[in-house]
């Protein structure tokens, strides 16, 4: 079955940085978009970037635009988020996600927390 495992999460001061990773299992990884969500305390969880399934088309949140990379590498079945010039409002659980079909999947999350 579908499982995606991310990491590399942790504890950062403001300005710092940080790369997500997510292993992903279970099916033909190179023909599905991938997508980071996240979720804070009290809040929805959000869209913050989104791969297409050959990586030539990037999408991210306004909020994270200019700091935050997604990339993947299809070999290895591995998608990243290079997260730079971290915020205090950056910090949330961070999920991997896909859609098969009509088949969501979505990894068990990895806490960064963004503080001095």
């Known amino acids: 079955q579908v499982q995606l495992v991310e990491s590399g999460g942790g504890l950062v001061q403001p300005g710092g940085s940080l790369r997500l990773s997510c292993a992903a299992s279970?099916?033909?990884?190179?023909?599905?978009?991938m997508s980071w969500y996240r979720q804070a305390p009290g809040k929805e969880r959000e869209l913050v970037a989104r791969?297409?399934?050959?990586?030539?088309?990037?999408n991210y949140a306004d909020s994270v635009k200019g700091r935050f990379t997604i990339s993947r590498d299809s070999v290895k079945s591995m998608v990243y988020l290079q997260m730079n010039s971290l915020k205090p409002e950056d910090t949330a659980v961070y999920y991997c996600y896909v859609l098969i079909r009509r088949d969501a999947s979505w990894g068990q999350g990895t806490q960064v927390t963004v503080s001095s």
């Open positions: 279970g099916f033909t990884f190179s023909l599905y978009a």
């Open positions: 791969i297409s399934s050959g990586g030539g088309v990037k």
